[in-house]
């Protein structure tokens, strides 16, 4: 096992620096012009050069990758061209932001998700079945931004209360504001994500529930708690764990959204406003923090097969 | 077509504004102004509808104390006057002095570090500046008078730096800059501009200390400036309170103990928090529909805004170089369908300025027989120039921004009337704006503006050379040209007035390649409480720093 955790690991560098590059260049072929975009309309040529000048941007594809990750090796990644700040500070400031949020939103996926999936698979056709089916799939139909919209909006029309707003106050400041800063956006983050695990969860659990081991565990004399909690849940776990590491991408892509309604300034909404401005040091910087944590969640993923089911082994 | 203008005519009558008090004013990101709710319009007569309160406040008594709370929905990047465009210098406007504001609504030069100027030629502005105007008393400047070398510092460090926008002035107009002696300051133009003291009393030309730049790397985040607020927090993006300067030279002002404003991103969170009494000020852009919304106990109010979408046509290629196809443009769009389906009935006609620059636009009168809709004599001069049966025209603008597909999905069906068959090419916005728009690169474009306050960029467009880059629409009338570099040069404004409206007529008369499509009516709103505040005076509101709270 060590020595596939270790073989991954040393796996994550070509991953990442293929990635850092492709969107490096990727992003080079996209038409717009960064000079263009940060001096708008009244600007002319020769500014724009000036501009390119400053920034750099005038260098070719491979010497500013190069110059880039030498920045990054002395924990520069760079200034940004719109964000008036450098690219690490930057970062600093708003990957919390969003870290937190997603942290949150997989806490309430799994906390609601997973038992309610396993629930209405043990207890299949029963009415809290049909319950959870029906909020499952209402759970993916809805929209994010929509239910964000609402659950905003109506409390502030009705009772007159709006979440705190106008900035994040750090968890380690204020516990109880930061979650109630928090705990909204996180939950509608995870409505969709829930209801993807609800389904996987019901379904994997449906799935074990018609192998021998089980029908042999009920057949010598074993309750259903055991049954369930020792043989069906490990083994049906490893789908829906699969699915909740690939759902961290995704509620990344839904936190853009979410950050916008909430007014949280995290990476999220900064990296859709970096691509639209050409902003290629704030791009790359995103994508070399986002890339590295996603492979990381994915290592930990196939690395949690091992211990859910002990036949799985790695060498 | 007479039809259509007694639409308009109408329409004119029933709005509830007064729009004799606007005259423009200077450049700042309009977004940036609606942020403050200045996009908003007070009355001068009894034209408002009774009941509600009038904006302003201005006969009132100013009270001291209070706390002035402000949202905005735009992202703030930064608060460095020198180098923002929109939101953050409402920010850098009340830590920083100048040597005065432009008041466009009256036309006129309000003096603030400097206590008087003397214009000794149309090339030469001479200003004094107040002796005893100190920096705030804060590190690393600590109480240090401003001098004549902090103005010139300032005024390069603007022309200077990469990222500055909207320099043109100190770039190609400004011959000299010299620092006369401590407290004198003059500046040589290389030619006579009318818009000289609006661009040194603009609100990009704030007087930094050096020292607070060499200190603090740049001014994104932090800085020192000898204005009337004292930035006391400052988060990117999120929130930020400013305090009064105990120390300020104006010692009547400001009035307020603080001024505190949050992002709420969303727009329509932000607009509910203004109306759940969490802001004193609306910073949401406003339609009709939320308008009709607000609280009756709140002070509400409707002016022209100064932002609107047009049309854009390469005239160097056919059928568009054919100033009898472009008129038949103008005249089978009926600018009705974009007041009702955009402003919800709200709106004014459009030549090449806004009816928001009313002193310098063309009346309704002058405007009517450039204004469709006319389809059978579109139809005729289609006919005429060789198009009988329309023609396809490909029209590009981005997906990016919903009002530049609004206004092209309604040009696109107004075209088809007359057999234009109209169709849009979207591109992803950055793409757009640079490889497009700003480049010249379409046959032709549907796009928004930002608010102007003065002729100097909307009249610009239609020169041969542009902003200063070249024509977008490859347009080269040297009538038109000379007539918009004779109103630049003329310093007597009744003059310059008048050779604004002559441009006008001639950019009318040939049909010119950009179609603006209408003016729409701006909406604002603040809490009775909140006094010395007069939206009329748009961009030069913000620094006024006459605001104060009622103490009710």
């Known amino acids: 096992m060590r020595h596939y955790v270790l073989r991954r690991l040393l796996l994550l560098v070509p991953t990442i620096l ?19 975009l940060a001096l708008g309309q009244q600007a002319t040529e020769e500014d724009r050069e000036r501009f390119r000048e400053k920034y750099g941007l005038n260098d070719s594809l491979p010497v500013a990758y190069l110059r880039w990750w030498q920045g990054v090796f002395q924990g520069d990644l760079g200034e940004s061209v719109v964000q008036r700040t450098n690219v690490t500070t930057e970062l600093k400031n708003r990957l919390p932001v969003t870290l937190e949020m997603l942290v949150l939103a997989v806490f309430f996926t799994v906390v609601f998700g997973v038992p309610a999936g396993i629930l209405a698979g043990v207890f299949r056709g029963s009415l809290f079945d049909y319950a959870v089916r029906f909020i499952s799939v209402g759970g993916l139909s809805i929209p994010s931004f929509w239910l964000g919209t609402l659950a905003i909006l109506l409390p502030a029309i009705w009772w007159g209360y709006l979440p705190p707003l106008g900035g994040r106050v750090p968890l380690t400041e204020d516990p109880v504001r930061n979650l109630e800063q928090f705990w909204l956006p996180s939950a509608i983050l995870a409505v969709g994500a829930s209801a993807g695990v609800i389904r996987i969860a019901r379904s994997s659990v449906l799935d074990v529930s018609r192998s021998d081991y089980i029908r042999t565990a009920y057949a010598k004399g074993l309750g259903q708690r055991v049954v369930v909690v020792r043989h069906m849940l490990r083994n049906a776990m490893i789908p829906v764990i699969t699915l909740i590491g690939l759902q961290v991408a995704g509620l990344f892509g839904g936190a853009v959204i979410i950050e916008q309604i909430f007014t949280l300034q995290g990476v999220g909404l900064m990296f859709i406003g970096s691509i639209f401005n050409r902003d290629y040091p704030m791009i790359q910087g995103i994508v070399l923090f986002l890339a590295t944590i996603f492979l990381t969640i994915n290592l930990l993923v196939d690395v949690s097969y091992a211990y859910i089911d002990p036949r799985i082994r790695y060498s | 077509m007479s039809q259509s203008y007694g639409y308009w005519l109408r329409k004119s009558r029933t709005a509830a504004i007064s ?36 904006p302003g406040g201005e006969d009132e008594a100013p009270q001291r104390g209070g706390t002035l709370r402000t949202g905005t929905f735009l992202d703030v990047l930064g608060i460095d006057p020198h180098i923002e465009v929109s939101i953050g210098l409402t920010t850098a406007a009340q830590m920083y002095t ?72 100190y770039k190609a107009i400004v011959d000299k800059m010299q620092v006369i002696d401590d407290h004198t300051f003059k500046v040589t133009t290389k030619l006579p501009y009318a818009e000289s003291l609006i661009e040194l009393g603009g609100i990009q030309s704030a007087i930094v ?22 930035l006391e927090n400052y988060v990117k993006g999120e929130r930020e309170r400013l305090i009064r300067n105990p120390d300020y030279f104006h010692s009547d002002l400001p009035y307020l103990d603080a001024s505190e404003r949050i992002t709420i991103l969303d727009m329509s969170t932000l607009l509910q928090a203004y109306k759940n009494d969490q802001l004193d000020l609306n910073g949401a852009l406003m339609n009709k529909l939320d308008y009709d919304g607000l609280p009756s106990n709140r002070v509400n109010y409707t002016l022209p805004a100064l932002h609107y979408g047009s049309l854009g046509l390469n005239a160097s290629v056919k059928p568009y170089s054919d100033p009898r196809v472009r008129q038949a443009i103008y005249l089978a769009v009926d600018r009705k369908q974009f007041v009702d389906k955009l402003g919800f009935g709200d709106g004014f006609p459009m030549g090449p300025l806004s009816a ?7 009346s309704e009168d002058d405007l009517a027989p450039y204004i469709g809709p006319d389809y059978n004599k579109a139809k005729e001069l289609l006919s005429a120039a060789g198009y009988p049966n329309g023609f396809t025209m490909d029209v590009e603008t981005s997906g990016g921004v919903q009002l530049y597909i609004d206004h092209a999905n309604i040009m696109v069906s107004e075209l088809n009337k007359v057999g234009i068959k109209a169709e849009l090419k979207l591109s992803e916005l950055g793409d757009y704006l640079s490889n497009k728009l700003f480049a010249g690169n379409f046959n032709a474009t549907v796009f928004t503006h930002n608010p102007y306050e003065t002729p100097k960029i909307p009249l610009g467009m239609y020169h041969k050379m542009g902003l200063g880059g070249g024509s977008w629409w490859h347009y080269e009338n040297e009538a038109v040209s000379k007539k918009i570099d004779e109103q630049a040069n003329e310093m007597d ?21 950009m179609m603006n499509f209408y003016s729409p009516m701006g909406y604002g709103s603040h809490h009775p409480r909140l006094g010395g505040y007069d939206p009329t005076y748009r961009g030069f509101q913000l620094r006024r720093y006459t605001e104060f709270i009622k103490n009710t």
């Not at chain 2, 606007?22 to 509808?49: H, K, N, P, R, Y």
């Not at chain 2, 400097?114 to 090339?123: N, R, T």
């Not at chain 2, 103005?151 to 990469?162: A, C, K, N, Q, W």
Request: net charge negative; aromatic share 10%; hydrophobic share 35%.
């Open chain 2, 98 to 169: 100048y040597l005065g504001a432009f008041n466009t609504r009256d036309n006129e030069f309000v003096p603030l570090l400097a206590d008087s100027h003397e214009q000794a030629s149309d090339l030469e502005f001479v200003f004094t500046l107040n002796k005893g105007f100190k920096h705030q008393n804060l590190p690393p400047v600590n109480g240090r008078e401003v001098t004549a070398d902090d103005v010139l510092y300032s005024l390069e460090r603007f022309r200077d730096l990469p990222e500055a926008q909207n320099n043109s002035f």
């Open chain 1, 18 to 36: 293929l990635i850092t590059f492709a969107v490096t260049s990727l992003m080079r072929v996209v038409p717009g012009d960064p000079a263009t």
């Open chain 2, 356 to 362: 928001g620059l009313e002193y310098w636009a063309l």
């Open chain 2, 209 to 230: 200390p050096h020292e607070a730049v060499e200190q603090f790397g740049n001014l994104s985040s932090r800085g020192v400036g000898a204005g009337p607020y004292i």
């Open chain 2, 493 to 513: 404004g009744e003059r310059r007035r008048d050779l604004v409206k002559e441009a006008q007529r001639l950019i009318l008369d040939d049909y010119a390649p």
């Open chain 2, 19 to 54: 729009r004799r008090r606007f005259v423009g004013g200077a450049a700042i990101a309009g977004a940036g102004m609606a942020t403050l709710g200045i996009v908003g319009c007070g009355d001068d007569d009894d034209e408002q509808s009774g009941g509600t309160p009038t």
